[in-house]
């Protein structure tokens, strides 16, 4: 390319030299053009470093024959980085690049750089090199900006996870039920082998309850019911009977819990008759209750049910007969193991404890091996989604990403605690958009959190802010600062660990608060590595 430029110029030079020798030689004082830069502090967006670079050139600078070359530097402790050339040309020049007229003119040129380590202390120089003819006139670099601010890579992308719920309940509540049957219009308990098994059943889970210490039976109710079919007031009549013959009933097989008893009647069981209906196999069913539920009057619907039984007769013969009834139940506590007895029964009796209990088991241990051990087992025995999960978080904890993974792969794939730690795993490989999506789909509220750390990444500060509003996220007060949010970044800031002081100072100074920044700083430089950041970070150099 600059051997092309080099035989344009020579041509170009011929030409001017001929028809312009009037003009005065080429200036070559860099002095002489008006550079500036927005921002003048150089800042890291998503990974980039980008400026605008504007050029003033004065009237009688650009002579007609000549080109300029500017290259964009970035210079910095550990090495330069240059960016791309921009060429400008004179009036009489043939070429395709920006001509800058005898009059002057201004012109504006943006530069993109890839952040790497180290730029937070840099100068921008422009490098200007002059052609006229065969002469090549270097002008001194010129600064135009100086240092750069790379406050977003104090996020956090580490994600933000938690272990799964055990599903582990010491005190929990058990109800059980179970109904006897009637004939049609009868409050007499049928002597059947339906409710003589049903009894027996129910008797034999009432005495195990009654002598498992770890149960408390806290009621027992008795609920009668009659078939929409007979009348509203002989119904009424036929459920309070049915309840008084059950209560004797319920008195001859529940020794010890008579006196908890409570009893009622329903009448006639018209939810009942709806659940009924729709889980039975009778045609139009679905229409048969839409139109019996226009009815309100509950006689004016139990004679429309009697006619409608009469049409389809499935209703008679399978619906009827299960709302003749009265069903026994009976409420109790469960008092699970303590921590203290799950440890112990985990030395000799660890195969009697369930899925939840091993799971609470390994939570409430301390030590990392006896807690894999019993996530291993959950997965194991059980095939615990719940196991696989919390054994990848571990792997994350430890930095393990291709470990996680691998217990990933034997959890749900839809379960939205495992989509928010794969996200996690490609923030951390960098891969912020795909994190990104990740968080999306899971929506809980570590993912949220996430997703608005991912944005900060990404440089696209006011949806991270927006994200992490009122999170109490690890990086909410800075998405507040890099969105520009200085009020509420205050107002978040706090001094709980150094990181925190480091990054409220930030906030202070982009308040122009002084005294904020020297209060927070002092708190962040007892931590040697904030301490050194801060002598170099541009954030603070109005502050030095």
Not at 3 to 14: D, E, G, S, V
Not at 469 to 477: D, I, L, M, P
Request: with cysteine.
């Amino acid at each position: 390319m600059m051997k092309a430029i080099k035989i344009l110029l020579a041509a170009a030079a011929i030409l001017s030299l001929a028809s312009c020798s009037s003009q005065k030689p080429v200036q070559n004082s860099a002095s002489q053009l008006s550079v500036s830069c927005e921002p003048h502090i150089l800042e890291v967006i998503g990974g980039k470093v980008d400026a605008e670079i504007t050029i003033n050139f004065p009237e009688g600078y650009f002579k007609t024959n000549s080109m300029m070359v500017t290259t964009p530097v970035i210079v910095f402790a550990d090495g330069q980085r240059t960016g791309p050339a921009y060429i400008y040309q004179g009036e009489q020049i043939k070429a395709n690049y920006r001509v800058i007229p005898l009059k002057g003119a201004k012109h504006t040129q943006k530069v993109s750089f890839d952040y790497v380590n180290g730029m937070e202390q840099c100068v921008l120089q422009l490098q200007c090199k002059i052609m006229l003819g065969d002469r090549n006139l270097e002008l001194p670099p010129i600064k135009v900006a100086d240092g750069c601010i790379a406050t977003y890579r104090l996020a956090d992308l580490s994600g933000e996870y938690s272990i799964k719920p055990d599903g582990f309940e010491r005190y929990s509540s058990y109800s059980t039920e179970t109904s006897i049957l009637f004939d049609v219009n009868s409050s007499q308990v049928k002597n059947n082998s339906q409710n003589n098994n049903a009894l027996e059943v129910y008797k034999s889970y009432i005495r195990d309850i009654q002598n498992d210490p770890r149960f408390n039976v806290t009621g027992a109710e008795i609920v009668a019911y009659a078939s929409p079919e007979g009348g509203v007031d002989l119904n009424d009549k036929l459920s309070e009977d049915r309840a008084k013959a059950a209560e004797q009933t319920w008195s001859r097989m529940s020794a010890g819990m008579t006196d908890s008893i409570k009893v009622s009647s329903v009448g006639q069981d018209w939810e009942g008759f709806k659940e009924a209906m729709a889980n039975s196999d009778i045609e139009d069913k679905d229409l048969i209750l839409r139109v019996l539920s226009m009815y309100s009057d509950p006689e004016v619907r139990e004679a429309e049910i009697k006619n409608l039984s009469f049409i389809y007769e499935d209703i008679k013969k399978d619906v009827f007969p299960g709302l003749r009834r009265a069903s026994f139940v009976v409420n109790a506590e469960h008092t699970g193991y303590s921590d203290e007895e799950l440890q112990e029964m985990a030395e000799k009796q660890l195969i009697m404890l369930s899925e939840a209990e091993v799971l609470h088991l390994a939570g409430i241990t301390d030590n990392m091996d006896n807690k894999k051990f019993y996530y291993r087992t959950t997965t194991e025995r059980w095939g615990s989604n719940t196991g696989y999960y919390d054994l990848a978080s571990i792997a994350l904890d430890e930095q393990k990403i291709e470990v996680a993974l691998a217990y990933l792969t034997h959890t749900d794939e839809e379960d939205p605690d495992v989509l928010n730690l794969l996200g996690v795993i490609e923030m951390r490989r960098g891969r912020y958009q795909e994190a990104l999506n990740f968080f999306e789909m899971s929506g809980t509220d570590d993912a949220k959190k996430n997703a608005g750390s991912a944005k900060i990444a990404l440089g696209d500060y006011a949806a991270a802010a927006e994200a992490l509003a009122g999170t109490g996220s690890r990086n909410e007060v800075l998405a507040y600062i890099l969105a520009g949010q200085a009020d509420k970044a205050a107002a978040a800031a706090s001094d709980e660990t150094p990181r925190d002081s480091y990054i409220a100072a930030v906030a202070a100074a982009r308040a122009g608060d002084a005294a904020g920044v020297k209060k927070h700083l002092a708190k962040a430089v007892e931590d040697p590595v904030y301490a050194e950041k801060a002598a170099k970070d541009a954030e603070f150099a109005d502050f030095r």
